[in-house]
């Protein structure tokens, strides 16, 4: 049974965590790359400034512990649902409940119906979480010789919060 991290704070990304984000999406998806014998993963290529625009304009979780940035998830709302993205645990870290952890930060912040997400259909560990949490496949989309992605949607409410109906 994996131990969990109880020393690890949630709280929004911000433009300043750009470079501590680049460091640990690129550790964190090395091994998705591998998986598909493909290191150019779009993670994989993402530099400082597309991060620093991407945290200017977008919105995010960080898991922190200490001073280290340990995780990472990216979230964009509109018209009632959800989409998140470009979920990463630092290696040495991962199965220990950060991961989870962010999901839920991200579900329970949002004002959405639903939540939206995808991954690759060889990523087994990614979808026992998002399977854990709810989500459900939606589709299947080829996207490349030997990868598929596969979408996956949860219900988070019926109506959106704060509506009366």
Do not use: W
């Not at 991060?51 to 200490?66: D, F, K, N, T």
């Amino acid at each position: 049974m994996p131990q969990h991290c109880p020393d690890i704070t949630i709280r929004s990304l911000t433009p300043r965590d750009a470079g501590e984000l680049l460091t640990l999406q690129r550790a964190a998806y090395v091994s998705e790359a591998q998986l598909y014998d493909d290191p150019r993963l779009p993670p994989l290529l993402e530099t400082h400034q597309d991060l620093l625009e991407a945290l200017s304009h977008g919105h995010g979780y960080a898991a922190v512990h200490g001073q280290r940035l340990v995780g990472a998830v990216r979230v964009h709302e509109h018209d009632s649902r959800l989409d998140i993205s470009r979920l990463a645990v630092t290696p040495d870290l991962q199965g220990r409940g950060i991961g989870s952890r962010l999901l839920q930060a991200a579900e329970d912040a949002s004002h959405a119906r639903i939540a939206a997400l995808f991954t690759g259909h060889r990523s087994a560990a990614n979808l026992r979480l998002y399977h854990r949490h709810g989500y459900t496949e939606t589709h299947r989309e080829p996207l490349s010789a030997g990868i598929t992605l596969v979408h996956l949607a949860k219900q988070l409410r019926s109506t959106p919060a704060g509506d009366p109906r």
